[in-house]
Each structure stands twice: as structure tokens, then as C-alpha cells.
């Protein structure tokens, strides 16, 4: 019995052939077919190579024999190729997938949003500080201790929709840089976030004015606190009501269990007292939402009436 190893995989893996016994009769056919061709190529090699040693008979049969030959060569190659172009080639694909990451509490939350599935067991989580340094290295294995999980995945994949938890309580607050990576350590993500949401929020809203709110713009507020342990700089964060006006903080500090009030109107900025200088009221007096976004555009705090 012939042995064709490879033809068989690869016909059977491209799925021409559902059954060995129905590839027993094709993959002969193929090999002896191919070393038949050879055989014939070397024969007529051989008649070639006399002929030319007699130095070309006048039949013109050498000629002709040298001719066959190299087509025979030629059709023996493509034959070849196109054979091997059946033999699938593993390659290590690394997975390509889109994670979501937002901070909540203390909490980092990985969402899967789109892309490929990724093995659990092939899946690290780092979290690198500003310096460089390894703040949190562990493997999103599903019996860990340092993460837990929404959902239960009983394939042990990380698929779209789901999410990782990863507490960071022992982390302290501020900006940190969060790299995904398989066992390669080929990065699949990087994205930048706060471990521990900051405690500022928003502690009240005045919306209405005393009288004509056009004529008291300063009557019209905001008072931003900070319920927190430690300071918050409140540099490039941003206030924003329903209808997409924006008011961008300046440099400013704000101590734990200190407050600062945003006035709608213009005034001259103080360590209590910042001024958004709008020329109309900007808070609704019939329902708004006062939003309060960090530097990086992530939603801290949200006040609603």
C-alpha cells in the first residue's frame, strides 16, 4: 500500500474527501500518476543525453526527445506545487480582539467589545505606573484571587461582551498605563486610565438664579467637592450640561473634604470660587443633568434634577 501522509491531511482538512476510503482511490491515481511522470522524464533524459553524446543524429529524434523532456519537466513542477499548495501551514496567529477599559471605585474593568476570542490561559493583565514599574502582573486565569469575573465563561474564553474585573485597592490613585498580552508577550491593547475613581463630585447644583437668571449668571452654580483621602487635581476636567455646554477647569487643587463653586457668570478666580464667564444661563431650571468628566473624557460624576 502507498503511503501519501500529507495528501490525505490536506484533501481531508480542505474537506475534498469525507471519507479515507473515498481518498484511497484519488491519492494512488495522484502518486503513481507523479511517479510515472518522472519516470518517463528520465528516460527520455537518458535517450537525450545518448543522443547528444553521438552528437545529433539526422532523424532529428534527439531534438525531438530534448524538447518532451523539458515540457515533462515543466508540467512535473507545476504538479508539484500545486500539490503543496494543499499542505496547510500552522502559523502562531496572535488574537486580535478590541477591549474597552473605564475605572470604577476600585475596580478596573476590561470589556471585550469586538474581535477575536482569547484563551483565558494565554491572557495577561499589567499595569505599568508612569515610571515604567509593574504595579499588577497577573493571569486572567478564572480560579484567580486578583480577578474576578461578571460572567461565568465555561469555555475559558474571553469573548465580546463579556469583562474582566480587576481590583486595585492596594493601587494608589492616579494615571497608570494597562498592556493586554498573550504568553508571546505580543501587546494586544494598551489604554490609559485612573486606578480608583477620584472622589470629586458633584455635591449640588443651583440652578436657579435669584430673579432673572439673564441678570444673575453668578446666583447660577455649582459646588464640586472632595469627599476623598487625597488631593485631586482638577486640571483639564470639564463641567457640561445636557444641551453640550463646557466649561474647562483651569489649574486648580482641590483638598480632601474641600469644595470649590463654579459660577456661571465672570468674576476673578479664588482657591473657593471659580467663573465659567457664559453670557447666558447654562443650567435648565425645568430638568438638566450637570455632568463632570476628568482630563482624559471619562465620566466621574453626574448631578440630575
Not at 518522472?38 to 547528444?52: A, E, G
Not at 498573550?182 to 440652578?207: N, Q, W
Request: charged letters at 20%; one cysteine or more; proline letters at 4%.
Amino acid at each position: 500500500m502507498h503511503s501519501c501522509p500529507l495528501l490525505f491531511i490536506a484533501c481531508s482538512k480542505r474537506g475534498f474527501f469525507s471519507d479515507p476510503s473515498e481518498f484511497q482511490e484519488s491519492r494512488c491515481k495522484v502518486y503513481t500518476s507523479t511517479v510515472q511522470t518522472y519516470k518517463v522524464i528520465y528516460t527520455k533524459y537518458q535517450i537525450m543525453k545518448n543522443s547528444m553524446s553521438m552528437g545529433f543524429r539526422d532523424d532529428g529524434r534527439a531534438l525531438s526527445n530534448m524538447l518532451v523532456a523539458l515540457i515533462l519537466i515543466v508540467v512535473a513542477v507545476l504538479a508539484t506545487v500545486g500539490i503543496a499548495a494543499f499542505i496547510p501551514v500552522d502559523i502562531d496567529r496572535v488574537p486580535a480582539f478590541v477591549a474597552k477599559v473605564y475605572s470604577h471605585s476600585d475596580n478596573i474593568v476590561v470589556r471585550h467589545v469586538g474581535g477575536d476570542p482569547v484563551d483565558f490561559r494565554k491572557l495577561n493583565i499589567v499595569i505599568y505606573s508612569p515610571e515604567g514599574d509593574v504595579m499588577y502582573s497577573g493571569n486572567a486565569d478564572r480560579d484567580s484571587t486578583n480577578i474576578t469575573k461578571q460572567e461565568f465563561y465555561n469555555d475559558g474564553f474571553f469573548e465580546s461582551g463579556e469583562q474582566i474585573i480587576i481590583h486595585v485597592s492596594s493601587i494608589p490613585t492616579g494615571v497608570y498605563r494597562l498592556a493586554l498580552m498573550v504568553s508571546s508577550g505580543t501587546i494586544l491593547e494598551e489604554s490609559i486610565y485612573i486606578v480608583g475613581k477620584p472622589m470629586a463630585k458633584i455635591a449640588y447644583v443651583h440652578y436657579d438664579a435669584a430673579g432673572n437668571d439673564w441678570h444673575n449668571l453668578n446666583d447660577e452654580y455649582v459646588v464640586i467637592t472632595n469627599k476623598g483621602g487625597a488631593a485631586v487635581n482638577l486640571g483639564g476636567w470639564s463641567l457640561r450640561d445636557e444641551a453640550g455646554h463646557v466649561y474647562t477647569f483651569p489649574d486648580f487643587t482641590l483638598q480632601p473634604s474641600q469644595s470649590v463653586t463654579v459660577h456661571t457668570g465672570c468674576g476673578t478666580d479664588t482657591a473657593t470660587d471659580l467663573y465659567w464667564c457664559s453670557w447666558t444661563p447654562v443650567w435648565n431650571n425645568d430638568g438638566d443633568t450637570a455632568y463632570l468628566y476628568d482630563a482624559d473624557g471619562n465620566l466621574v460624576d453626574s448631578y440630575s434634577w
